[in-house]
Each structure stands twice: as C-alpha cells, then as structure tokens.
C-alpha cells in the first residue's frame, strides 16, 4: 500500500523542548517537502530535499532542522529556537523535475 | 503583498451548484498551477495540475489559467455536500520546484 505516513498524529510540547517529526514515503520518490499550515495563512514552506543527504531551507526554516539519510524517509525537528511552533505539519513528496506533491496525512503540534 | 492571494470565504451554496474558485497571483515566472482539496484536519489531496494557459476538465472539475491577466480558477459543476472541504492553489517555476500555495477557500455545499 504505497503512500506518505507521519506520525505521530497529535504531539504535544513543552516549552524549551526539541521534538521530531517523523516523515516516510514508499513512492520511490526523490523529492520530499516540510510545509507548516496556519489557519488562515496556507501552506508555508520550512525545508525541501531533491536528493539524499542534500537539502534546502524554504521560506520560514529558522528554528526547524532536517536530515535525509535516506530516499524514504524526512524528519523535521522543531528545536526550541522555534518561537511559535504550534501549528499543523505536513510532509509532501514528489519525482525529481516534476512539480506534482503528495501530501501526508499531517502532524498536530501543540505547544503547552 | 502575498504572491498568491486566495479569498478565504467561506463560499456557501446549495447543492447542485455551479462553483468558482478563484486565484490571483504576482509572479510571471509561475508555469505549473495546481489545486488541492483538503479536508478538516487532512492533508491536501491534488485535484488539477495544468501547465501554462488553458483549461482542463476532469469529471466535475474543470480549470482554468489564464497567465496574462495572473489569474486561475477551478470551477466544480453539480456540486455535492461531499465537496465540501478547503480549496487550495498553488503554483510553481522551473527552477524552484516547491509550491507557493494560496491561503484556500473554504467551500460549504448545503444539501
């Protein structure tokens, strides 16, 4: 059953803590994405990897990291540099030189 | 300004509807126009994905770009209570290959 998994669902935060995010596709797919979705404001993109081991900041990466050790799988941490991390998570990936995404199901993060 | 601007609704109408679904958008450089359909508390699933100017139609969905005027729209005919969801564009370059996407339009289908 191809598709992108994330989990957990729901995470909840403490304040000064890092926590990962965990992002895996079995499409074979080269390119993975980390948007952050606030109400109101769409789809904002936090960190994009067209190829293992390589990746790229988006538009709001401070206080986000990321690793791709691997083809299949993108985790994001959300490192207490992050001022205001609550919000809803989502992975995407797609082919290399294609613009299509596919979305995960997303990860809730609530910071208490 | 926001590069891409959606209204963000809600747009209520009744079933059977015909609804339009619009997007503007500042950067002449965008060749790739997208819409995604999500649902409460979903990730966005890809409804259309067009190249440059013109329509495409896929079932109910037909959409439509027009890069002079910076402009796209996705039109849903007979529409159901099943299509309600948040209705989100999205475009990107050449180059860049990730999304910039609109804020989305919450659509409301009454039975």
């Known amino acids: 059953d191809g598709g992108i998994t994330q989990s957990p669902k729901y995470l909840f935060r403490k304040e000064g803590q890092n926590v990962t995010l965990s992002c895996e596709q079995n499409l074979n797919h080269d390119a993975m994405y980390w948007y952050r979705q606030d109400p109101g404001q769409g789809l904002r993109l936090i960190y994009y990897s067209h190829i293992v081991n390589d990746f790229q900041k988006g538009d709001i990466a401070e206080g986000y990291s990321v690793s791709r050790e691997k083809k299949e799988s993108f985790p994001l941490t959300v490192t207490s540099a992050q001022k205001n991390p609550t919000a809803f998570y989502l992975c995407?990936?797609?082919?290399?030189?294609?613009?299509?995404?596919?979305f995960g199901p997303g990860t809730r993060l609530t910071v208490l | 300004q926001k590069e891409v601007e959606q209204d963000p609704g809600p747009l209520s109408v009744p079933e059977g509807a015909i609804v339009s679904l619009n997007c503007t958008y500042s950067?002449?450089?965008?060749?790739?126009f997208m819409w995604y359909r999500q649902y409460s508390r979903k990730g966005p699933e890809l409804l259309m994905y067009?190249?440059?100017?013109g329509n495409k139609e896929d079932g109910r969905f037909t959409a439509q770009v027009d890069k002079s005027s910076k402009y796209i729209s996705l039109f849903i005919r007979d529409s159901q209570p099943s299509d309600s969801a948040t209705y989100l564009c999205?475009?990107?370059?050449?180059?860049?290959?990730?999304?910039?996407f609109g804020s989305g339009t919450r659509l409301q289908v009454q039975p």
């Open positions: 995407a990936s797609g082919l290399a030189g294609d613009n299509e995404q596919f």
């Open positions: 950067n002449s450089a965008f060749q790739y």
């Open positions: 999205a475009m990107s370059n050449t180059g860049r290959r990730a999304l910039t």
């Open positions: 067009t190249y440059s100017s």
